[in-house]
T-cell receptor, first 111, second 114 residues
């Protein structure tokens, strides 16, 4: 079945560092891809999405590009802030009406 | 804007007790789903519904029941609570099952089974 694999955390960076969180997927066809963010004590919120190959999703300085050839959707940000500390989830819709999530990557940003 | 509302926020049960976790959305969303979140496991789908009167099983359905009698509500029932069901439960909804639709999540119910 379809699956999502993302890098294990925690990831610890200093403020203003460059961030990459890797995400790769296995799926039949070309699913829509998503990144969600979860702040402490809250539910998940949509961060960005891409619906077809070569699409770039972006929001709040975060970006991710749908790469069909490498089946990847890596999350990047040029300069992280302490407020970006959270858990990040990569996800896709599969062909059976289900959303498949990765296991999440916890990000710590040090001031 | 209420969005997705889950009640209760916290609950402690004894093994063998039953309870219902409530989920309601006010966005007229067709698609609703329940997940459990456990450390190191990410989110795992329990049950989902593509519309009123229609439900289906996800990855980890055993020990849970759902129904969808209205568009707005999607309650999750624990039939006989077990310590393995200690988890944080999230309800989510989206406008439809079309694959470009993002999910809207509630704030979760933290459940402990003693």
């Amino acid at each position: 079945g379809d699956s999502v694999t993302q890098m294990e955390g925690p990831v610890t960076l200093s403020e203003e560092a460059f961030l990459t969180i890797n995400c790769t997927y296995t799926a039949t066809g070309y699913p829509s891809l998503f990144w969600y963010v979860q702040y402490p004590g809250e539910g998940l919120q949509l961060l960005l999405k891409a619906t077809k190959a070569d699409d770039k999703g972006s929001n709040k300085g975060f970006e991710a590009t749908y790469r069909k050839e490498t089946t990847s959707f890596h999350l990047e940000k040029g300069s992280v802030q302490v407020s970006d500390s959270a858990v990040y989830f990569c996800a896709l819709w599969d062909r059976d009406d289900k959303i498949i999530f990765g296991k999440g990557t916890r990000l710590h940003i040090l001031p | 804007n209420a969005g997705v509302t889950q009640t209760p926020k916290f609950q402690v049960l004894k093994t063998g007790q039953s309870m219902t976790l409530q989920c309601a959305q006010d966005m007229n969303h067709e698609y609703m789903s329940w997940y459990r979140q456990d450390p190191g496991m990410g989110l795992r789908l329990i049950h989902y519904s593509v519309g009123a009167g229609i439900t289906d099983q996800g990855e980890v359905p055993n020990g849970y029941n759902v129904s969808r009698s209205t568009t707005e509500d999607f309650p999750l029932r624990l039939l006989s609570a077990a310590p393995s069901q200690t988890s944080v439960y999230f309800c989510a909804s989206s406008y439809s099952r079309m694959s470009n639709q993002p999910q809207h999540f509630g704030d979760g119910t933290r459940l402990s089974i003693l």
